[in-house]
C-alpha cells in the first residue's frame, strides 16, 4: 500500500477517484471494446466467408455445410480461448496484469486480420484458435485489474463500465459492417488489426497495481531467502483445493451457463436472419443489412446490460442481480428462437436478449474478483471462464449439427435446445456467497526469516491490504 493511499482517511479511499482509476478503466474498456470488435466481425462474415472458402476446400456451400465448418471454426476461436486464458491468467499472476494484457492484445488483432488471407475452411480456423488465444486474457486480467484499482465503493460498477466495452466493440463493428460489409469479408477481417495500435497507450498509461507488485515482490523474496509459503505453490493447484475449490466450481458454473447461451445465441442470429430474408425473396444485399440493423440493437441492449450490472448488483446484491438476468435471457430465447418471427419481431425482441446475455457474462467478471486474493484472482477467473468456453467451443458446432440432423436446417430451434443447456448456471447461484458490501480478498504476504539481519528464528510476516 502506497503512503498517499495509507494517509487518506477510510472514507476518503471510499469516495475519491483518481486519475489512475479513470486511466485503467479507460484502458481496459478500449482494450474489451476492441476485443468484442474484432469477434463480432468474424460473426457477421461468417456466412459469406463460408461460401467463399468452402467450395475451396472442396466442400458444398449450402446450409449444412455452412452450419457444420462455420460453427467449426467459432469451436477453435473458444477453444482457443480458454487455452489462452488459462496460460495469460496464470502469467498475469506471476509477472503482472499491464505486460500480459498488451501480448494479449496484439496477439488477437494480429490474427484476426491474418484470416483476411485464408484459403480454405481450415486455415481459417487455425487462425481464428490463435487469435482466441490472445481474446482469452483481455478480461479475466483486465477484472482484475480494474477490481484491484478501484478498491472502493465503486469497484463493481468500474467493472461493468469495463464489461460493456465488449458490447460497445460489438455495435461498432456492426456499424462498420453496415458502412463496408458490401466490400466483402476479407477487408472487414483486415481492419481487426486495429487494436493493436491499443497497446501503447496501455504500456504508457496503465499502471500495475500496488496490490500485485506486492505479491510478486514477496514470492521473489521468499524464493531469495529460501523460504516457502502456501502461497508459493502453483496457482491452478491452489484453485483447485480446498479452500479455493468451492469457489471456482461456482464461478466456473456460472460462467459455463451464461457462455453457452451468450455464444449460441450471437453465433447463429445473424445467419437466421439471412435465412428469414432469403425465405422472404430478399436480395442477399438486403439480407446483410436487415444483420446489420438487429446487430446493432442486439449489441445496444448488450452495452447497457453490461454496464448496469454493476449498479444493479449493488442495489439488489450480486445473486438476485444473476438471478434477473437468467430470467429474462430465458424468456427472451424461449420467445425469439423456437418459433417463426418477422424481421420487425427480432428487432423488437433481440435488445432485450442482448441486454440479459450481456449482463450475465458482465456479473461474472464483476463478481469474480470479490472471490479471489490477489495471487490467484486473474488466474482463478481465467479458469472459470476457460472451463465454460471448453464447453461452450462445442455449443455452434453442435447447434450447426443438429439444425442439420434433427429439425432439418431450422438453427433457430437448434439454438433454443443448446442455449437451454445454459440454464445449468442456476446450480452454480443456488451455492453463491453474497459478496456485495465485502471487502476484496487479500493475501497474508510471508517473507520468511533475512539471514543478512537476523539469526535463525521464526518467520516473520505482515499482512497487506488487511
Known amino acids: 500500500m502506497s503512503n498517499t493511499e495509507a494517509a487518506l482517511p477510510d472514507s476518503g479511499r471510499r469516495t475519491e477517484i483518481t486519475r489512475m482509476q479513470w486511466l485503467v478503466l479507460l484502458g481496459t474498456t478500449m482494450g474489451w471494446a476492441l476485443d468484442g470488435f474484432a469477434g463480432s466481425l468474424y460473426a457477421l462474415v461468417l456466412g459469406p466467408a463460408m461460401i467463399e472458402l468452402l467450395p475451396h476446400s472442396g466442400i458444398v456451400a449450402n446450409a449444412s455445410g455452412i452450419g457444420l465448418y462455420g460453427g467449426l471454426t467459432v469451436a477453435l476461436f473458444l477453444a482457443g480461448w480458454a487455452v489462452g486464458g488459462i496460460l ?76 460493456s466495452g465488449y458490447a460497445a466493440g460489438f455495435f461498432v463493428a456492426a456499424l462498420a459492417y453496415a458502412l463496408l460489409g458490401d466490400h466483402g469479408w476479407r477487408p472487414m477481417l483486415g481492419i481487426a488489426v486495429a487494436p493493436a495500435f491499443l497497446v501503447w497507450f496501455i504500456r504508457r498509461y496503465v499502471p500495475e497495481p500496488p496490490e500485485i507488485r506486492d505479491v510478486i515482490e514477496a514470492r521473489r523474496t521468499r524464493k531469495a531467502r529460501g523460504h516457502t509459503a502456501e502461497e508459493d505453490r502453483f496457482v491452478l493447484r491452489r484453485l483447485l483445493a480446498p479452500p479455493f475449490l468451492s469457489r471456482t ?63 444493479l448488483a ?43 446475455l450481456f449482463g450475465a457474462l458482465s456479473g461474472t467478471f464483476v463478481y469474480g474478483p470479490e472471490l479471489f486474493p490477489p495471487s490467484v484472482r486473474a488466474t482463478g477467473m481465467a479458469l472459470s471462464n476457460s472451463i465454460g468456453r471448453f464447453i461452450t467451443a462445442a455449443g455452434p458446432l453442435v447447434a450447426g449439427v443438429i439444425a442439420v440432423s434433427w429439425f432439418g436446417g431450422d438453427l433457430g430451434l437448434a439454438t433454443t435446445c443448446v442455449a437451454a443447456v445454459g440454464l445449468i448456471a442456476g446450480a452454480g447461484l443456488a451455492f453463491a456467497p453474497e459478496t456485495r458490501g465485502a471487502e476484496l480478498p487479500s493475501d497474508p504476504v510471508h517473507l520468511g526469516p533475512d539471514p543478512a539481519k537476523a539469526p535463525a528464528g521464526p518467520n516473520t510476516s505482515k499482512e497487506m491490504y488487511s
Not at 318 to 327: G, N, V
Not at 329 to 343: D, E, N, V
Request: aromatic share 14%; net charge positive; hydrophobic share 55%.
Open 88 to 163: 495469460f491468467g496464470v502469467l498475469a499472476d506471476y509477472f503482472g496484469r499491464v505486460r500480459v494484457l498488451s501480448a494479449g492484445v496484439v496477439t488477437y488483432a494480429v490474427f484476426t486480420a491474418l484470416a483476411a488471407f485464408a484459403d480454405t475452411w481450415w486455415q481459417l480456423g487455425v487462425l481464428r484458435f490463435v487469435a482466441g488465444l490472445g481474446s482469452g486474457v483481455e478480461a479475466p486480467v483486465g477484472a482484475a485489474l480494474v477490481a484491484e484499482v478501484w478498491r472502493n465503493r465503486h469497484r463493481a460498477r468500474a467493472c461493468g463500465v469495463m464489461m
Open 314 to 356: 449493488d442495489a439488489v446484491g450480486r445473486r438476485k442481480a444473476f438471478a434477473i438476468s437468467f430470467t429474462v435471457s430465458a424468456a427472451g430465447i424461449a420467445y425469439l428462437f423456437p418459433f417463426q418471427h418477422s424481421y420487425a419481431e427480432f428487432l423488437a425482441a433481440l435488445p432485450v436478449v442482448g441486454f440479459a
Open 249 to 311: 466450481v461456482i464461478c466456473t458454473t456460472l460462467a459455463t451457463g451464461s457462455l453457452i447461451a451468450f455464444w449460441s445465441v450471437s453465433t447463429w442470429y445473424p445467419q437466421i436472419i439471412r435465412q428469414t430474408a432469403a425465405a422472404g425473396s430478399l436480395s442477399p444485399e438486403v439480407g446483410n443489412s436487415h444483420v446489420a440493423v438487429a446487430s446493432m440493437l442486439f449489441n445496444a441492449g448488450g452495452i447497457l446490460g453490461y454496464a448496469s450490472w454493476g449498479f
